[in-house]
């Protein structure tokens, strides 16, 4: 079975104090690695896939890099509209319809 | 403008009282995904379906149908609702060959069942 666990649940940053959120996991042979943005009452919003361990992507100050057994989004300098609940999901080959979601790190980050 | 439309946004029933919440999406995308979020458990996958006609179970199926008659359209129906079905439910689109990124997820709709 698919497992996915997030820490830490929530974290606390002040403006511009950089921080990484981790994302574990176990899949019978990763198709893909998702990261997720939510805000509080709106649906996800896609950043991120990574697909090989190695892999590396980014987008203004988030970056999300996967090694075989877990990935990492790393926040440069937040703002705090970066605040929000992150999610992590994971498809396996053997599935690849089947999404497992990871129960999220939410982000709060302080002016 | 691309998006999915899920209805109602908030709906309040009884027990065993059947209902739908319909989700549609316009952006021609073969897959389709039901998922409902509870605190502190994540977003957890209903049923999805790759392609019309085509239908599979997620982690928490049970209590739930779905139909995929038109590409546009995946409809979650309950048919004889319960106070544990009482969630946030969301439905998500992509293209076959992005599937998974599932970029674009609905507005949501707030289930209680009491």
């Known amino acids: 079975e698919d497992q996915v666990t997030q820490s830490p649940e929530a974290l606390r940053l002040q403006e511009g104090e950089s921080s990484s959120l981790n994302c574990s996991y176990t899949v019978s042979g990763l198709r893909g690695l998702f990261w997720y943005r939510q805000d509080p009452g709106k649906g996800p919003e896609f950043l991120f896939t990574?697909?090989?361990a190695g892999e590396e992507k980014e987008k203004e100050r988030l970056k999300a890099t996967l090694t075989k057994k877990e990935s990492f989004l790393h926040i440069t300098a937040p703002k705090p509209e970066d605040s929000a609940t992150y999610l992590c999901a994971v498809q396996a080959w053997t599935n690849a319809g089947k999404s497992t979601f990871g129960d999220g790190t939410t982000l709060t980050v302080k002016p | 403008e691309a998006q999915v439309t899920q209805n109602p946004r908030y709906l309040i029933t009884v027990t065993g009282k059947k209902l739908t919440v319909t989700c549609s999406q316009n952006m021609n995308h073969e897959y389709m995904s039901w998922y409902r979020q509870d605190p502190g458990l994540g977003l957890r996958q209903i049923y999805y379906?790759?392609?019309?006609?085509?239908?599979d179970k997620g982690d928490v199926p049970e209590g739930y149908k779905v139909s995929r008659k038109e590409k546009r359209n995946f409809p979650l129906i309950l048919e004889s609702p319960s106070p544990n079905q009482t969630s946030l439910y969301f439905c998500a689109s992509s293209s076959v060959k992005e599937m998974g990124t599932e970029a674009f997820f609905g507005q949501g709709t707030r289930l209680t069942v009491v």
């Open positions: 990574l697909y090989s």
């Open positions: 379906s790759m392609n019309v006609e085509v239908t």
